[in-house]
């Protein structure tokens, strides 16, 4: 089989705060935590379950450290004809059960898809639901399908199919970080709610940690302005001064010649010129449009630009783009999170040519979905998480 047992606790390295601007794809840390209270107490323990599965489960070893766990042991495997199976090999009966698994796809064991990811979910979710689990809850960092999330002429909407098969298998509480759209909460019934947690004020108290706190935040499109408004407030909030001298919220309106084809990006809003720019965006795929808005706003005076995407995929012509802005000076630094896998670093460094690789900043959301699973667990509210330490 390709995937088998998983229940390994993966050993978590981090490298210590650094230079947010540098070659190469590193791993780091803001200098506290902000959001994490500690191990899940003893006393929480006793009906507490943890499953990983196979897209991430670097991320899910990191979670289970936080909480100063173990995941169950799992069999998860697939049979020659790319079918998969799912077994829980320990008991689950009358057990709060989590699983980690973000439905994207992996790039160990032959490289799994966004639809075996899917399917893994919704059999692991069955699997618990018959083995008499008390509760199950999904916690998906990152939620395949969300871009497909209206209806455009003779189609799905994907995100909502993805939500009743969740639900049809079983699932009480999904847990997601940074939605591509918040109305996709509303595509769960209310006997299984899902809640949507956030990355944002994790990379703005990097920023500021950085010395980025008087940044401009900028848009790179008119739909993602909502989330770069709460990411400016986030930076209000851990800066000296708080909203005093922070200038005001820019975005860019895309002008398009045809389907995936920008001919023109005009920045509206705040002065830029002369300031360090942060472009906010809630995920990064192949970079075509983060790297036209990097340009625009280069074009537009700013003195550096730096990006924050929560869900780096980088797929395709993305590193190979990305290395080629850096080294024209149009990008400083993309700072994304761990939500999503990444390509293995000799395959990343391959595909970005003769171009040194560009600078890519990894922040890590699993003291975040440690604390919300912690706060579930213990029957406390995650809505005020945020603000727990601040």
Known sequence: PSRYQVHVCVCVCYTMPGSIVGP????????KFYFYDGPIPEDGKSNFCMISGTSHP???GKVAQFLGVSPLKTTIKTFADTEISVEVLESVRGSDVFIVQPVVRSFSDGGASVNDALVELVLLISCLRRASAKTITAMIPYYGYARQDRKTGRTPVSAAEVANMLTSAGVDHVVTVDLHATQIQGFFPPRAPCDNLTATMVAASYFVEQGLGSAAVVSPDAGGVPRAKEFRASLARFREGGEAGLPGLSM???QRSGASKIERMDLVGSEIKGRDVILVDDMVDTAGTLCAAALRCKEGGAKRVFAFCTH????GPAPKRLAEACAAGHLESLIVTDSVPQRPLAEWNAACGDTPPP???????????????????MNDHISTMSLSKL
């Not at 190469?24 to 200098?31: I, K, S």
């Not at 780096?312 to 797929?315: D, E, I, M, R, W």
């Open 24 to 31: 190469g794809r590193v791993e780091v840390m803001t200098d």
């Open 58 to 60: 670097e991320l899910c």
């Open 252 to 254: 860019l309106i895309k």
């Open 312 to 315: 780096g995929l980088l797929s």
């Open 359 to 377: 600078s890519i900043r990894i922040l890590s959301v699993a003291p975040i979905i440690a604390e919300s699973i912690k706060r579930l667990a």
